[in-house]
């Protein structure tokens, strides 16, 4: 039976990287050929009921042996970020010594400067990358901490549990992991997505989310000849954006406090665009933000009858607080279980969205635990083998937990 650390290692070396231009789900091959290998190992391991269907989503069940004990749910995403993702070649620090991390060949470098939280982990096993590519720890490391808490659980059938369902996801961090989760064929009264941060995280509220398209048709005159007659439109969108709140932007803000972002800007004389995100805990407060932009709009619009401004407000996601504060015993048995895991729960707001939180909106009530990573989506990406050790206790205990659990 393989290790947590073989697992994960293995894991890595498959490109899994989604792609956010390809309509098609799974959104790249890759993934598809990961399920498989996921599958037979499923199959291999003895899960029963492993189903893997044509758009990537994997599921299988370990059956409970507490008759009477809710079933839940552990959801992980096979596919990577948008960087760079081919031949990840995983380095191994064991017992790291403190200090710069030097990242493979390249002169790229772990620096104690950058990233002050090193220090907590000295004596560790860190798992990094050569410096050329993501890890992909997010999420395989989530991957391998489920698979290796239900070969633990299949060792140590003297643990009470209920059913347990293991779902594996393709295309999460294009947003579009959740679309055709398989609900039908996954009975879990709740579950957890494992694919959080840093040891301990628990999360059960994210941001609500909506983009906000504006387009501002000037007229194009020759330089010339335009006085009085041209409209540029690029001016306009930057009195726009110069005119938002400086201080509500992703680089000005943390915790509850949500934000304004302009993601994209493009621009010629005639037509102009400016692409921003809108984020916020609180659902009046999201509604606020909209409700600005639209008042915006129509004063610039007021201001400069001759140009043409549209708004297109289209809404992302939804905080799952929600739904998930009529269950707080799945919020509990999740701090329980980190607590008998001898892991400190860091109970915070999600700064962004999770599959999780579309899924509690689909009636799968699904909170986000961590899988013990660091820097994800990049080539600095990290994580200690211990706090994934500590992420296969916690599911552990959250099965054990569980199996007590009665309405
Ligand atoms: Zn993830």
Known sequence: MDTLLERFLRYVTFHTRSDATNPACPSSEGQLI???????????????????????????????????????GLIAHMDTADYEAEQVVPQLIEHYQGGDICLGKGDEVLAIRDYRFLKNYLGQD?????????????????????????????????????????????????????????????????????????????????????????????????????????????TLAARFHAAMPAEQTPECTDGYE????????????????????IRDFDDEHFAARKAEMQSRVAAMQAEYPKARIELTLTDSYRNMRSQIEPHMHIVELARAAMEAADVEPKIKPIRGGTDGARLSFMGLPCPNLFTGGHNFHGKHEFIPLQSMEKAVATLVELVRLTSAWRA
Request: net charge negative; hydrophobic share 40%.
């Open 34 to 72: 990961f399920a498989r290998a996921l599958q037979d190992e499923m199959q291999q391991m003895g899960l029963t009921r492993v189903t893997l269907d044509e758009h990537g989503y994997l599921t299988g069940c370990l059956p409970g042996n507490q008759p009477d004990a809710p079933a839940i």
């Open 258 to 277: 949500g934000f304004f972002h302009l993601a994209q800007m493009s621009g010629t004389v005639e037509e102009s665009t400016l692409h921003y995100i």
């Open 126 to 234: 860190l798992i990094t990358t050569d410096g050329t590519t993501l890890l992909g720890a997010d999420d395989k490391a989530g991957i391998a901490e489920i698979l290796s808490a239900i070969a633990h659980l299949q060792a140590h059938p003297e643990i009470p549990r209920g059913d347990v369902w293991v779902g594996f996801t393709p295309d999460e961090e294009i947003g579009r992991g959740a679309d055709r989760f398989p609900l039908d064929r996954f009975p879990a009264r709740w579950a957890y997505t494992v694919d959080g941060g840093e040891l301990g995280e628990l999360e059960y509220e994210n941001f609500n989310a909506a983009s906000a398209n504006l387009r501002f048709v000037g007229n194009n005159v020759h330089p010339g000849t335009a006085k009085g007659s041209m409209i540029n439109s690029q």
